[in-house]
């Protein structure tokens, strides 16, 4: 079964500097239709057209899920952009069209949890925007420890101090503030699951603190917020098309299958849903495993890549679209 | 007529030791005191000084099992005369225990399904919790049509304790409220029904 979101057109209605490295967008119907509902956690895809070149690029949904209504996401300037984010910022402007696609949730809250314990490192605030409302709001206990590099970093901070207080630690690095991860896991009732989204080393580093203190894996849930990474430019060659498609440094393969009209389904473009997974029929070379969605035997067995983040470096690669 | 391949039928495993976990809750009933017993060979160091033991001896009391368990020197032990008469302990157990602590339960089906559907309600999956099932098949059986749970239940067809319609016990289990569904067998023809075998011994 291949799922693929529909896109839907949206008219941006409005940009708001967060802080000088993300603005947020708020995203509106074009027709009387409302925008689907969602639960805090989904991300859309974002469709850019720049050009000739279309990007694709998933964003956590900001805005609050107890209402109807437009759509909110929050973007980082990224700092080696691949295009999108710099788009985003330098390019869109109130009024503009974009299409998006339905939302997803690949990171759930667990109702069943008697304590929710939200981790986020930077720009990772974002899912738990909408995961605080709907938590709030049905009165569940839950706490927020949002890691920050500096203080004019921290997106979000007085708002989340506002609404939710007594929920929200802050930890600043340039202050020398860190958060205690093993602390944290050591002291949580029983029955609370944790939630985490931010950089790899953030992420890795609360998940192992978490097992080594005992913690079971159903009760861990991690939101990787990574972009394509670059590479070395690579030819692919796909079999059933009959084409050879060249993947440029700062495009994905998944982009570039795309750009030369073959479509692969996909639900995160970040790795981790495993929509995209594709057999690989030939590899005369190495192949540069990105995501989180592949097991180690997978990978030693070298017959399947993810295109929305893995990438190729080596003499020839033959894949099964 | 055994409903087979049905997969809410809960299977279950043999008690090892996490050695991960922080500190331990051991819940056991009759013979389930004897997979307990069993862990002593290969529990790492120290496991029984971070473990609460409840214990009923059901139809075990006479071979004085729980002397055995307090043997153990547990952090904590206590005994008591039925499932439900223990549930208030477990409660308090699992209300003040931290992440890291692992459940166990062993005996029969019907401890074992009272103590996951009570770590439910304090969160914990029961995905997590350590079973394993020891002595009488004997099953908690509620009537699908009054509600009313029949306990200690051996036959198929069985008589609901509460509305008196004639059972047949299916496999269909219901992890929320602990036992198996009974749909009444002669709904159709009054008075038609198959003998009861004894099934759950
Ligand atoms: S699209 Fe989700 S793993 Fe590639």
């Known amino acids: 079964m291949s799922i693929r979101p529909r896109s839907s057109p949206v008219r941006v209605a409005e940009i708001v500097p967060v802080t000088p490295f993300v603005k947020r967008f708020r995203l509106a119907a074009t027709d009387a239709s409302p925008l689907p509902r969602y639960s805090g956690g989904a991300h859309i895809v974002v469709e850019m057209r720049d050009g000739g070149v279309v990007r694709r690029n998933p964003y956590s949904l900001t805005s609050s899920p107890l209402h109807d209504g437009d759509y909110e996401i929050s973007v980082q300037r990224a700092e080696v952009s691949r295009g999108g984010s710099v788009f985003m910022h330098d390019r869109v402007r109130v009024g503009d069209t974009l299409a998006v696609s339905a939302p997803v949730n690949l990171f759930m809250l667990d109702w069943r949890a008697r304590k929710h314990v939200l981790v986020a490192g930077g720009i990772g605030i974002t899912p738990f925007l909408a995961q605080m409302a709907q938590l709030s709001a049905e009165g569940r206990p839950f706490e927020l420890h949002y890691c920050i590099r500096s203080p004019e970093r921290g997106a979000y901070r007085e708002a989340l101090e506002r609404c939710f207080p007594g929920h929200v630690r802050f930890y600043c690095a340039s202050k020398g503030e860190r958060l205690d991860v093993t602390q944290l896991v050591a002291s949580q009732p029983l029955g609370t699951h944790l939630y985490v989204c931010g950089p790899t080393p953030l992420i890795d580093a609360t998940l192992e603190a978490a097992r080594a203190a005992g913690w079971p894996g159903h009760n861990l849930h991690a939101e990787h917020f990574a972009a394509p990474p670059s590479g070395t430019p690579f030819d692919v060659y796909l079999q059933r098309a009959g084409l050879r498609v060249y993947v440029g440094e700062h495009e994905s393969l998944l982009e570039a299958i795309e750009a030369a009209g073959v479509e692969v389904p996909y639900l995160c473009r970040g790795g981790a849903c495993g929509q995209c997974e594709t057999a690989v029929l030939g590899c005369d070379g190495r192949l540069q495993h990105h995501d989180h969605w592949l097991t180690t035997a997978d990978r030693a067995a070298g017959r399947k890549i993810m295109p929305c983040v893995s990438r190729f470096d080596g003499r020839e690669l033959v894949l099964d679209l | ?201």
């Not at chain 2, 749970?149 to 008589?159: G, N, Y």
Request: charged share 20%; glycine share 10%; hydrophobic share 40%.
């Open chain 2, 1 to 201: 007529m055994l409903a087979s391949g049905i997969k809410s039928r809960p299977v279950y495993g043999r008690l090892t030791s996490n050695p991960q976990a922080r500190s331990n809750i051991m819940v056991a009933d009759a013979e389930g005191a004897l997979a307990v017993l069993d862990m002593v060979a290969d529990a790492p160091d120290g496991f029984w000084a971070r473990t609460h033991i409840l214990y009923v001896p059901g139809g075990s009391a006479a071979q004085d099992h729980g002397a055995k368990l307090a043997a153990l020197a547990p952090f904590s032990w206590h005994e008591s005369p039925t499932v439900p008469a223990m549930l208030p302990r477990l409660r308090a157990l699992l209300g003040a225990a931290r992440m890291g602590t692992q459940l166990y339960l062993a005996g029969t089906e019907p401890l074992i399904g009272e103590g996951i559907r009570v770590a439910g309600e304090f969160g914990v999956d029961h995905a997590g919790v350590r079973t394993e099932h020891r002595g009488s098949l004997a099953r908690r059986v509620q009537c699908v049509h009054c509600k009313g749970i029949t306990e200690s239940v051996t036959m198929s067809i069985v008589p609901c304790a509460h509305c008196g319609r004639h059972l047949f016990v299916r496999d269909h289990y219901s992890r929320r409220i602990g036992a198996f569904q009974g749909v009444m067998i002669d709904a159709e023809k009054p008075g038609d029904r198959p003998p009861a075998e004894e099934l759950y011994r």
